[in-house]
């Protein structure tokens, strides 16, 4: 009897265990699918008669959804970019967003940008606001696509107004789409309430990964490193360094920019995110352009990293005269200036404030989804920039200072004629400068009136090619006038010649190097020459000009230098309170260390005096000569000092002469 009864019981137990199964199975759909998937289940179940109307707004409501998906994706979160409050323009040439393919709509949003006027800005969206933008997107075109079908008045069809809920999840995003839709066909009556619809792309997990990014960036400067490793490493872009060569090196500023966005751009796109899809091609691409930038970065996902020359990119170099960039040493110690004089000691060390943007982009292979944004890269006085104060979150201002022109302001601009007249000058190009927002005015061809914006100690400017540029600072709080002088280049050619001990001028032998640099005191407008000659002619303007020059020959003994060391400034401008009252100059200072060289050529001759130069005597001129002053070849050490006190006490001088 016990046995029997066991065996009842497990018969019993049998049975309910196989029709819980069963129960379970049919019923799987109700058990496991989520409120959101059995709403959509029901919401699929729609009558025969109203089944091509549900058939033409659900292909709407998919269209729609997979067009925003996409679009938030490609513009870092957001349907509709955020205004920029300052303006696009020349005055503002990166804006708020990156324009991917210029003259395009392409463009993507910036989440952390520096703006005209020198504000960190962040503009990082939240999961909320994309999700915002999304409904929005919905809202706004759902009900024009459906109306295109011309479906709704053969079902005598009734709308309401769209209202659309979107929830990101890491791997889809999950539309509900409230569209009340009442139809009434002869005895039909039938109401649509909601559509639904699953884009199935990782937009919850790439974004996360991309604020991850992001935040990595903002805490470590891992691209403002990259960046200023390109300045170090590459000869194209001079730094920094020391050398004994009495030849003054110069750079073409825009040469200088362009190898170095040409650097930046294969740099930056060799880079990529450790834990990611990609692949690397040798030991150095995995010691270098690896980086841990990810705890844990989603499957089949690829991070790359990219900049083009052909986006904006500013850059400003100190020390620089216009468009070269030359040497300018402002300070060091005695032993520097007794090296400088007669061994020629020349130090370069550039200042480089670098803006430009990157393109970070998220793709996942296996749904075909891209998530990107844009970050600006910042190096200030050879610096990675400094986020001391948080990134500020500022409610935009309404008006540009350049677009609330409304003061008159007349411009006359003249150059000085040969016999000393002041005629007017046409067909220049001005700008006003107001605090740091430059605003270009146009011509002078046809008017000299311009409005301008209300502004204290403004700057006109004013260009024209063959002339030295003009300038004047003017209060523009009401109606004003100023006049801006331009001084005209004269163009010479050149010669240099030695002048000996007793007098005697001759021309520089074949193994002998001279150079000459003329700076005019009042406007620091400057010019260096050379022997053997690099160009024809020089350009001047009248002036007092102080002139120094040297003559390098090579020396019959030997001269051992011992290590030592020195500090060297460079002078960079600075904005001076908040910009109101234009630019003062700072000094960036580097320590240099001198190492231990033999050298073979010395001081043999120089010039150290200032020069009159009146608008009266290049009139008419064509051709100028300098001179160097010369006691002779040094044979030794001692005659070497005496070099150095004949060229400092201005013997032998003789004053350029003009023909």
């Known amino acids: 009897m016990y046995k029997r009864g066991q065996l009842t019981l497990l018969i019993i137990l ?21 409120q959101w998937e059995r709403e959509r289940t029901d919401s699929l179940s729609v009558p025969e008669e109203a089944e091509e109307l549900h058939q033409e707004i659900s292909s709407c409501v998919d269209d729609l959804a997979a067009d925003a998906v996409s ?36 463009q993507t949003a910036y989440w952390f940008y520096e703006t005209a006027n020198g504000i960190e800005r962040s503009q990082v969206p939240n999961v909320e606001s994309m999700e915002g933008e999304l409904a929005g997107y919905m809202n706004n075109n759902l ?51 909601a559509f639904y619809v699953s884009e199935e792309v990782p937009l919850g997990s ?68 450790r834990g990611t899809d990609y692949e690397i091609h040798t030991e150095s691409d995995t010691d270098y352009f690896e980086w841990n930038m990810l705890e844990s970065a989603p499957e089949s996902t690829s991070v790359n990293m990219m900049y083009s020359s052909r986006w904006p990119f500013s850059m400003q170099v100190y020390p620089s005269e216009g468009s070269t960039l030359v040497e300018d040493t402002l300070s060091g110690s005695p032993v520097t200036g007794i090296l400088s004089g007669l061994f020629c000691l020349t130090n370069y060390n550039f200042i480089y404030d670098i803006k430009y943007p990157v393109l970070i982009s998220l793709y996942d292979e296996s749904s075909d989804y891209r998530f990107q944004f844009a970050s600006m890269v910042i190096l200030d006085n050879n610096q990675p920039r400094e986020n001391t104060q948080g990134l500020l979150d500022l409610t935009p201002v309404q008006d540009t200072i350049c677009e609330d022109a409304q003061t008159v302001l007349e411009v006359d601009v003249v150059e000085v004629a ?37 502004c204290v100690n403004a700057v006109v400017s004013v260009e024209k090619e063959g002339y030295q540029k003009g ?40 193994d002998e190097v001279l150079f000459v640099t003329l700076t005019e005191e009042n406007t620091g407008y400057s010019r260096t020459v ?130």
Not at 14 to 34: E, K, P, T
């Open 143 to 193: 009900a024009q696509c459906a109306n295109n079908f011309g479906l709704f008045s053969s079902y005598n069809a009734t709308v309401g107004i769209v209202s659309t809920q979107v929830e990101i999840l890491e791997d889809e995003v999950l539309f509900t789409v409230y569209y009340p839709i009442h139809i009434a066909v002869d005895d039909f009556l039938f109401d649509f309430d």
């Open 530 to 659: 050379s022997y053997p000659y690099q160009s024809e002619n020089i350009l001047l303007l009248p002036g007092t000009y102080q002139i120094q020059g040297k003559l390098v020959s090579e020396i019959p003994f030997d001269v051992s230098l011992d290590p030592s060391s020195y500090t060297k400034c460079t002078s960079v401008p600075q904005v001076s309170l908040g910009g109101l009252f234009g630019f003062e100059d700072d000094t960036d200072c580097t320590d240099v260390e001198i190492s231990e060289v033999e050298l073979q050529n010395a001081l043999a001759g120089g010039v150290d005096n200032t020069w009159e130069l009146d608008r009266y005597d290049l009139q008419g001129a064509s051709h100028v000569t300098f001179y160097v002053s010369s006691p002779g070849l040094p044979e030794n050490i001692d005659e070497l000092k005496e070099v150095y006190a004949y060229v400092d006490s201005g013997l032998g001088y003789k004053e350029p002469e003009l023909t």
């Open 71 to 106: 679009l938030l994706g490609q513009q870092g979160g957001y349907i509709r970019i955020p205004e920029d409050p300052i303006g696009e323009g020349s005055h503002n040439i990166f804006s708020n967003s990156l324009e991917i393919f210029p003259a395009s709509d392409f």
């Open 14 to 34: 049998g049975f309910l265990l196989v029709s819980s199964a069963g129960l379970v199975y049919y019923y799987r759909d109700q058990i496991f699918l989520s």
């Open 471 to 510: 300038s004047e600072i003017v209060s523009t709080v009401q109606s004003s006038s100023v006049t801006v002088v331009l001084e005209k280049y004269y163009n010479l050619s050149y010669d240099i010649h030695i002048v000996d001990a007793e007098g005697n001028t001759r021309s520089p032998k074949s």
């Open 418 to 454: 040969d016999d000393g007249r002041l005629l007017p000058l046409e067909n220049t190009e001005l700008s006003f400068q107001c605090i740091t927002s430059i605003c270009p005015l146009g011509n002078t061809e046809r008017e000299n009136s311009f409005t301008v914006p209300p």
């Open 206 to 273: 790439l974004y996360d990964a991309a604020t991850e990014i992001m935040d990595k960036e903002n805490e470590d400067f891992v691209l403002e490193d990259l960046s200023y490793d390109a300045l170090v490493l590459y000869d194209e872009v001079p730094l920094s360094w020391t050398e004994f060569d009495c030849e003054r090196k110069t750079w073409d500023v825009d040469e200088v920019e362009m190898n170095l966005k040409n650097i930046l751009a294969e740099n930056i796109l060799a880079v990529k995110v």
